[in-house]
């Protein structure tokens, strides 16, 4: 075993401790935020034709306000914080960020183009203590739409696979305008042989709705999901969230954003999502917990066609702690393919964590690990 192969198992179970606690203290409370996506950057290298996150002038935000916003939301209870863009690796001081979300004990992660990764940065992301890392890739071939192709980007793929520390995930895409749906398959084939996690998103138009994909893109997304196995950190993806939406079909469910989730962009206003700009655009200083009460009732018109998954996965943990049994029958229905059975750390997650019956003895041990996890 190598020194990186060695670091990786360390962090990883490191990592997966700090992921229980998260799980525990999502299913013990719902009054603070799950995850928040923060903007640093609006600005992108890239110009790719279907998104409408980016523009090609603004400047980084000072990191001195970065470090301000990632305070507020350690101070609401937030335990994972997502860097996102425009592209956050265009930010000068994107690792002293990183390394301040850590600092709080928050789980940090990275959504990035993965244009300007090189085995240093690589390597400066492990220092700074990045835990996940997403990349999405809309083709095989760069065209007009989009340059993320997987031509251009392999060479970053196998300097992560050989350095990084942390987890990567490599979304692929279908719908909209990607012209060629196989692609999205041969991107997670590609994913999945260098060792790393893989999903698949459905292209939502400029409020976040669905665009209804074709046979054929149905197609690939059945096989893309056959490539995956089960597991706690695959959880949100098996379930009928994207089932429903790749047939066109809404999803009857109760949209947190605004409490559970938050989207703070480049100005420090705080957002349902980032297909949801304006709503309820309160300064970040000015969110109380008020603020995170109302919007966790507050019903989303937009939520029966979202495709935005983050909301959804949040969604799915408050779902599991207010109604534990038809949440688990609805995210895990007993019928034949790839998604039936519920993964083993979500068994055990469920065990532990799920509201226990009066008198159980399961309460001991439930008591013991959130104990055993820091949580009072």
Known sequence: MNLTSFRRKVRSLDRLVRETRMFARAMKSPRHPILAHVIPI???????????????FSKPVPTA????????????????????????????ELDRIIRRIRSHGIIAGLISNGYLLTPERIKRLNRA????????????????????????????????????????NINSVIGGSIR?????????????????????????????????????QQKVYEEIMRLGKASFSSFA?????QKNLVRGLPNDWSCRAGSRYLYICEDGLVHYCSQQRGFPGIPLEKYTREHLEREYHTVKPCAPYCTVSCVHQVAMIDRLREKPMEALARFFPSEPGPSCGMPAAVRVLSWLFLPPKPNSKRRIFTSAALRLLGIR
Request: proline residues 4%.
């Open 42 to 56: 609006r600005r992108c290298n890239l110009s790719c034709a279907y998104c409408n996150e980016y523009d090609d």
């Open 129 to 168: 203590g990045l835990d996940h890392l997403q990349i999405s890739i809309d083709n095989v071939m760069p065209d007009e739409v989009s340059k993320k192709s997987l031509k251009v980007l392999d060479t970053k793929l196998r300097w992560l696979a050989a350095h990084a520390e942390f987890v990567v």
């Open 180 to 216: 060629n749906p196989e692609d999205a398959l041969a991107v997670a084939r590609r994913a999945m042989q260098l060792g790393f996690t893989s999903t698949v998103g459905i292209i939502h138009d400029g409020a976040g709705q669905l665009q209804p994909l074709s046979e054929q």
């Open 65 to 92: 306000e970065m470090l301000r916003r990632i305070d507020l939301l350690a101070a609401l209870g937030t335990t994972v914080i997502t860097i996102s863009g425009g592209e956050p690796l265009l930010h000068p």
């Open 237 to 241: 993806y098996y379930n009928q969230f």
